[in-house]
């Protein structure tokens, strides 16, 4: 975990590591291409930050003086649509919607998706890049019952890349081993700036994603046998 570390004032408290030393700007499109390819895998957003490929150990968009948007999915629900469309969507504030890939309809992006992610894409653990996605459609609106605003991003997947199937064999058996071994060092650094029940209640609060994600994979698979739609705001392409 070179250049990283824990810290206890994160705004998700499990994403709680940062990057040690100032990080340079993400770094250029043709950079990128060059030295970051799909299934590019790394422990946390920190790790991908210190990397370069994103410039916030935060899940939000972020670009580099001559680089292409990079965006990190970690919570929130995606679905297939068809073919290489791609669903995504979010709640939260009005701050958590993305607002600025609104001008960047019809254009390409990285994604990046997290193991939180309730999707069939997501990673076994950790982040891993998953390649250049062109969007589609954005699109957000507030609900009158929660409150929240809803965000959904239609993306899809940009032809002449490694597909999403070798995509989906990262991680590999040697990363899920470094894999246990962070998470030990991460519960460790939590017990040590928290305590045994600041621990407890981070085991608490992964222990009940964990069932919320594998809640979702259920009726995920029960929907779809039923042609319904998973998660949504209804947008649709044209046929």
């Known amino acids: ?49 210190r990397d370069g490929i994103i410039g916030t150990a935060v899940e939000k968009p972020t670009k580099g003086k001559y680089g292409v948007t990079a965006l990190p999915l970690l919570t929130g629900c995606e679905e297939h649509v068809r073919g290489k469309l791609y669903r995504y969507v979010r709640e939260g504030r009005l701050s958590d919607m ?22 069939t894409l997501a990673p076994q653990a950790g982040v891993r890049y998953d390649g250049l996605y062109t969007i589609r459609q954005y699109g957000n609106k507030l609900g009158a019952a929660t409150d929240k605003y809803r965000l959904e991003l239609l993306l899809e997947h940009v032809d002449g890349q490694k597909s999403l199937e070798e ?4 991680p590999r058996p040697s990363q899920m081993d470094d894999w246990q071994t962070f998470k030990k060092v991460e519960a460790e650094m939590v017990r040590q700036r928290k305590g045994d029940d600041g621990l407890l209640d981070f085991k608490m609060l992964k222990e009940e994603e964990r069932i919320d994600r594998e809640h979702w994979r259920r009726s995920s698979e029960f929907r779809a046998t039923l042609g319904q739609e998973v998660c949504g705001l209804g947008l649709t392409m044209p046929a």
Not at 23 to 43: K, R, T
Not at 108 to 119: A, E, M, T, W
């Open 98 to 119: 993305h607002v600025s890939l609104l001008t960047q309809v019809g254009t390409q992006i990285r994604i990046l998706r997290g193991y939180r992610l309730k999707s």
């Open 167 to 170: 995509v989906q064999k990262v």
């Open 1 to 49: 975990m070179r250049d990283i570390h824990f810290t206890a004032a994160g705004m998700d408290p499990l994403e709680s590591w940062t990057v040690r030393n100032s990080c340079p700007d993400p770094i250029s499109e043709l950079e990128g291409n060059q030295q970051f390819e799909p299934g590019h895998w790394w422990l946390n957003l920190a790790c991908a930050q």
